[in-house]
C-alpha cells in the first residue's frame, strides 16, 4: 500500500464505503443474497482494478506528448470498457452472481470519485499524504505551477 499514490488510496475507501453501504442495503432487499453479493463483491473488485489501471494510464500519458497522451488514453479506455464487457460476460456465463449487482460494483468508481474530496479530509489521510505523494496528485501540482 505504501506504493500507491494517496489519491488511488482515496479511491479505493470510497469504492470500500460505497461498497458496505450498497451491500447493506441490498441484502435487505435482495431476493437471492448470495448472487446478489457475489455480484457486487465482483463488481467492487472490477472498481478497484479500473482505478489501478487509470492511474497508471495517466501517469504513462503524462510521459508522453499531447498527440501520444490523447491515444494513450483512448486506447487505455477501451482496454478498460473490453475488461468490463467481459466481467459482465463471464459474470453471466458461469452465474457467479447477478449481473445487475455487478454492474452496481462498478458504478463505485464513480462513487469513490464523488467521495474522494471527502475521504481526503480524513486526519490519518494527512499522515499518509505527508511522506511526500507521488502519482498523479504529485503531477497535477506540477503542472499547476509551471502554468
Given amino acids: 500500500m505504501k506504493r500507491l499514490s494517496l489519491v488511488l488510496k482515496e479511491l479505493f475507501i470510497g469504492i470500500l464505503v460505497y461498497g458496505v453501504i450498497v451491500m ?3 441484502l435487505l432487499i435482495a431476493k437471492d443474497k448470495p448472487q446478489y453479493a457475489f455480484g457486487l463483491l465482483i463488481g467492487l473488485l472490477t472498481a478497484g482494478a479500473m482505478a489501478f489501471h487509470m492511474e497508471k494510464a495517466l501517469n504513462r500519458a503524462l510521459d508522453l506528448g499531447e498527440a501520444g497522451a490523447q491515444n ?3 486506447k487505455t479506455y477501451m ?3 473490453a475488461f468490463v464487457v467481459l466481467i459482465f460476460g463471464v459474470t453471466v456465463y458461469f452465474h457467479l452472481g447477478s449481473v445487475w449487482s455487478c454492474f452496481l460494483g462498478v ?7 464523488y467521495l474522494q474530496p471527502f475521504v481526503d479530509k480524513l486526519p ?8 511526500g505523494d507521488q502519482g498523479v496528485r504529485g503531477n497535477k501540482l506540477i503542472m499547476k505551477e509551471g502554468e
Fill in 124 to 131: 490519518f489521510m494527512k499522515e499518509a499524504g505527508s511522506e
Fill in 79 to 81: 482496454i478498460r470498457t
Fill in 107 to 113: 458504478m463505485g468508481l464513480k462513487a469513490a470519485a
Fill in 72 to 74: 494513450h488514453i483512448r
Fill in 24 to 26: 447493506g442495503i441490498g
